[in-house]
């Protein structure tokens, strides 16, 4: 069972790919509605994989990911951003903290799901 993180301040985004996810067996997914949440929940829970959202109140994705990548305990866990921020800057920020895919909202459900696969699976490996 892989455990998935999402890490997103919009408890509607959250909900909804959660749901969308249950659906496929040997999904487990945790939802951290803040930044701090998300952090503190990925150090404890330890999961195979967390979807990060940027644009988030009081800790942006950009401190969490950095965050995420300095504590060992967490650094070898892959991101994937899952944000509305379609910018080339952004785009060049996270992948200098480090992440395995970079999704834009709107997004189609089976695009992230055939993305999750991909990282998990390579991740196995």
Same mark, same amino acid.
């Given at each position: 069972?892989?455990?998935?993180? @999402?890490?997103?301040?919009?408890?509607?985004?959250?909900?909804f790919?959660?749901? $969308?996810?249950?659906?496929?067996?040997? $999904?487990? !997914?945790?939802?951290?509605?803040?930044?701090?949440?998300?952090?503190?929940?990925?150090?404890?829970?330890?999961?195979?994989? @967390?979807?990060?959202?940027? @644009?988030?109140?009081?800790?942006?994705? $950009?401190?969490?990911?950095?965050?995420?990548?300095?504590?060992?305990?967490?650094?070898? @866990?892959?991101?994937?951003?899952?944000?509305?921020?379609?910018?080339?800057?952004?785009?060049?920020?996270?992948?200098?903290?480090?992440?395995?895919d970079?999704? !834009?909202?709107? $997004?189609?459900?089976?695009?992230?799901?055939?993305k999750?696969?991909? !990282?998990?699976?390579?991740?196995?490996?």
């Open positions: 069972m892989s455990k998935i993180l @999402i890490i997103d301040d919009e408890k509607d985004i959250g909900g790919v959660k749901k $969308f996810l249950e659906l496929t067996p040997g $999904f487990r !997914v945790l939802v951290a509605t803040s930044g701090h949440e998300g952090l503190n929940l990925a150090a404890r829970e330890r999961p195979d994989l @967390i979807l990060l959202d940027i @644009i988030m109140p009081r800790m942006d994705g $950009f401190a969490v990911l950095k965050a995420l990548k300095e504590n060992l305990n967490t650094t070898a @866990i892959p991101v994937i951003m899952l944000t509305a921020l379609d910018t080339d800057e952004a785009k060049e920020k996270t992948l200098s903290l480090y992440h395995e970079y999704i !834009v909202k709107p $997004f189609k459900a089976e695009e992230l799901k055939a999750i696969e991909d !990282v998990l699976s390579r991740r196995a490996q």
